[in-house]
Each structure stands twice: as C-alpha cells, then as structure tokens.
C-alpha cells in the first residue's frame, strides 16, 4: 500500500522519529502503524546495544508530590549531551514518568519500567523507543519515593535546571512547615550531606574516618596515647560538616538544621530524606 505524508505525520507524532525513519518504518510495516511502531522500538534496542558502554552524565531529576504531599518521588532520565537534557520533549518524558511513578509508588526501578506509559507502551520500552528517537544512550538510572508516615509530610525540590533533585520528609504536615522544610531541601541539594545523623553513618565510613584522623595526627608526631582521642575530635567535626542535621545552616550560619527546624516549632524535624543528582 502507499505510504502518504499523513501517514508519516501520524506516526511521527505518534513516536518523536524523523521524518525518515517515519517512512522507512511504515514502509517495512506496509503501512501498519503497530508494526512500525514495533520497527522504530526495534531499531532503539539495537541502539541501545550499541551504545551501552557510552556514559550517559547528563539529563533531567524531577522530584514531584501528590498535591497533600503525603507522598514524593524521584526520577532520573540520563543522556549522553547536556543538547539533549535541554530539549523541552526530554524534560516533559522526565516529568510524566515521575508522574506515572508517583501515581503507582512502585517500589523498584525495575517495577517502575514495567508501569504502563500508556495504552500501546510500557515505561522501560517507551524508554528504548527514545533511544532511537534520540540518537543517544537514554536510561531511567534512579528511582527514589518517600511515603509519609504518620502524621508527616514530603516536600520537594530541584536544584539548578533539572541537575539534582530532593525530597525531604518531616514529621509534622501543615502549610507552616512547607517552607521550612523547602530550605532544608535546599539545604541538602547544597551541602550535600551523607546522613540525617550521626546514628545514620556507615559504620565503616566512620572507622575509616578515624583511622585517617589516627594517622593525620601521628604525621603531625602527636603522642601514640593520644591518637584515639584526637581522631574523636576530628570525627565530630567530620559529622557535623555531614551529617543534616548538624550542619550549619546555610540561611544562618550562626545555628544547626536542626536548631532552624526547632525554631520553627519545638518537635519539628527530618525524618528522612533522599537526593539524587547527575553524574
């Protein structure tokens, strides 16, 4: 049968391909638009193939919660070029799958690629679609959720032009709290922190920490009896550069995370959080 410019319109609208690859898809399917479809996914995969060992760096974070933000997601789409990340089409694929994801709170990636990305599609294979689309290695790398507990609730933050992505639990809802608990998100997109506390730090981290605090000190040619207690002092101050709720607050240096929180109300809080970001 004949393949019309319609046709090709349809299908490129239908999918994101070329004009080109519309054609020879429709052409190889003899005008069948599932068949075609099926084509421009298979020509994704083999993409996909070739490019697995390609670093995808770039790309989109969407953080996103329900409307009550009893609930949040995290999500990120890569890319290989920071071309691509820009592209408005790559950023709305970012954001409706956070929205599929925080409609469902699968609780893997792996679940979450086999979500329905819509009626012909499923989240993983839409992704490999785009791969042919794109041109690039394109891959949902992380999936973070927060489900509110109790009486809490999550709030949500994206860093820098889709480049990081927060979500903050705190234990206490209320329009109040948004605020607070948005810095804090901010907060954590900047300084970076490893743990909510001390009690949440590896323990192997902290014992690396003081066998680095250990030899700082016998380089400086302290005491052998005095080593313990001076890599001590030195991991309290690597908790309190790491940890968030012992950091200095970046809005006012003068208290802690947790001294803005009880600030704003004595048994205010963070009860969890997560952070992804590129690279």
Do not use: W
Not at 87 to 102: D, M, P, W
Not at 266 to 278: I, W
């Amino acid at each position: 049968m004949g393949i019309t410019a319609q046709d090709i319109k349809k299908l490129r609208d239908m999918t994101g391909a070329g004009m080109m690859d519309c054609k020879k898809a429709l052409s190889e399917a003899d005008g069948d638009f599932e068949k075609a479809i099926e084509e421009l996914r298979k020509k994704g995969q083999k993409l996909s193939a070739k490019r697995a060992d390609r670093e995808a760096k770039e790309g989109v974070v969407i953080a996103m919660t329900t409307d009550d933000r009893s609930n949040g997601v995290l999500i990120k789409l890569s890319c290989e070029t920071d071309f691509v990340a820009k592209n408005e089409s790559f950023v709305e694929l970012g954001k409706t799958i956070a929205g599929i994801a925080l409609k469902n709170l699968p609780d893997t990636r792996e679940a979450l690629l086999a979500l329905p990305f819509d009626d012909t599609i499923n989240i993983g294979d839409k992704v490999i679609e785009q791969i042919g689309v794109i041109g690039e290695k394109v891959e949902v790398l992380e999936y973070e959720k927060i489900v509110a507990a109790g009486d809490g609730q999550v709030l949500s933050y994206i860093h820098m032009g889709y480049k990081a992505g927060v979500l903050v639990e705190l234990n206490m809802a209320g329009d109040q709290f948004v605020e607070p608990g948005r810095d804090v998100a901010m907060q954590i997109a900047a300084m970076k922190p490893i743990a909510l506390d001390e009690s949440g730090v590896d323990a192997t981290v902290i014992a690396k920490e003081i066998e680095i605090g250990k030899e700082i000190a016998r380089q400086e040619g302290k005491p052998e009896e005095m080593l313990e207690k001076i890599a001590t002092g030195k991991l309290n101050k690597f908790f309190k550069e790491n940890t968030l709720m012992n950091q200095k607050f970046v809005k006012n240096s003068k208290t802690t995370v947790k001294g803005y929180l009880e600030s704003q109300d004595g048994n205010l809080t963070v009860t969890t959080f997560k952070h992804v970001k590129l690279g």
